[in-house]
């Protein structure tokens, strides 16, 4: 079993940067897909980047493609989301998942998820 805890959301202002980081507890951490997912208010929860626990493969959302980068230290037991160039309508909760399916996550299935971090774009 993996738990996470997500950190680093906040309020930024539109073309700004800020790094999420998700510290995962369970000595698998290795073994899981690790993925970010939000959700903005009034819409649905959206997958937005998933990171291999094998070989570092990755997969975005469309729309941040080019300005999110995940990436992952499994010596921590942490996965980070550097987002730059944000948009007001990045502005979401923020959620850290895992699972052992990387294609599962990408359509937006995961087995364990936190609880969720504030992301603010202000314009």
């Known amino acids: 079993q993996v738990q996470v805890v997500e950190s680093g959301g906040g309020l930024v202002q539109a073309g700004g940067s800020l790094r999420l980081s998700c510290a995962a507890s369970g000595r698998t951490f290795s073994r899981y897909a690790m993925g970010w997912f939000r959700q903005a208010p009034g819409k649905e929860r959206e997958f937005v980047a998933v990171?291999?626990?094998?070989?570092?493969?990755?997969s975005y959302t469309d729309s941040v493609k080019g300005r999110f980068t995940i990436s992952r230290d499994n010596g921590k037991n942490t996965v980070y989301l550097q987002m730059n160039s944000l948009k007001p309508e990045d502005t979401a909760i923020y959620y850290c998942?895992?699972?052992?399916?990387?294609?599962?996550?990408?359509?937006?299935?995961?087995?364990?998820w936190g609880q969720g971090t504030q992301v603010t774009v202000s314009s």
């Open positions: 990171i291999s626990w094998s070989d570092g493969t990755t």
């Open positions: 998942a895992a699972d052992s399916n990387f294609w599962g996550m990408t359509r937006g299935l995961a087995a364990y």
